[in-house]
Nanobody, 119 residues
Framework: QVRLVESGGGLVQAGGALRLSCAAS????????MGWYRRAPGKQRDMVAT???????NYANSVKGRFTISRDIAENTVYLEMNSLKPEDTAVYYC?????????????WGQGTQVTVSS
């Protein structure tokens, strides 16, 4: 099992910034991918940014140039620095951990943290 605990959400004005953190604990494999997804009201959950343990990153087009994902591998923590926030970034943000075990996907989610951007 892997437990993910998020922090850092809140209310911010458009153009502002927030930093999300997610600490993972439990049975962490050295090869994994951690990242952030979000679900806006009435929409499906979408990928925001991911970062593999080897350093490869992936961003949604809508956040490129504004959001930066980073990781502290030793602390099993992933961060999401969000700048130039827009009202359309309003969503519940979820931390995610993925790794493989004998061909099976291990996929864990945090409880989510609300980010609200006011116009």
């Amino acid at each position: 099992q892997v437990r993910l605990v998020e922090s850092g959400g809140g209310l911010v004005q458009a153009g502002g910034a927030l930093r999300l953190s997610c600490a993972a604990s439990g049975n962490i494999f050295s090869i994994n991918t951690m990242g952030w997804y979000r679900r806006a009201p009435g929409k499906q959950r979408d990928m925001v940014a991911t970062m593999a343990s080897g350093g490869t990153t992936n961003y949604a087009n809508s956040v490129k140039g504004r959001f930066t994902i980073s990781r502290d591998i030793a602390e099993n923590t992933v961060y999401l620095e969000m700048n130039s926030l827009k009202p359309e970034d309003t969503a519940v943000y979820y931390c995610n951990y993925k790794s493989m075990l004998t061909g099976a996907l291990r996929d864990y989610w945090g409880q989510g943290t609300q980010v609200t951007v006011s116009s």
